[in-house]
């Protein structure tokens, strides 16, 4: 709500956790989102006590946090999440792959015959347990 959000870019402190236990009781703020909007308010404000002021750069860290920020800096951060998941779900892909095509390899005669002529016996523990066949349950 936008009358939240100006209540917290106005309070200062410990007021802050006040508005957003006030927000959860009262049901305008679910509680996947309210751990979300604490972690943005907790790093926001982490750094702008990290980073020393050494008289270069932009000035700003007095400007108050409004809800269309709020709503920015929340949609920036959920849009890094959706990239890190589309990342690892085409890297877990891509191991699949490689897994299946090394298992189709090895069990060739040729393959691993070849391995052992070049004097490539030893395997990586991780990449082995993988092309182990799963054991029967």
Known sequence: PVSLAVDIARAKGDDVQTL???AYEA???????LGKI????DQRLSQKKTVP???LGR???SRKLTQADLM???QREADKQRILVRKSDVTQARLIF??????????QGE????LRDEGLIDMPRALADRLMPEPVR
């Open 20 to 22: 957003l236990m006030d």
């Open 27 to 33: 049901g305008q703020i679910k509680g996947k989102k």
């Open 38 to 41: 604490r972690r943005l308010l």
């Open 53 to 55: 002021d050494s008289g």
């Open 59 to 61: 000035r700003g860290g």
């Open 72 to 74: 920015k800096l929340y």
């Open 98 to 107: 490689i897994v299946e095509a090394l298992r189709d390899l090895l069990s």
């Open 111 to 114: 393959f691993p015959e070849l």
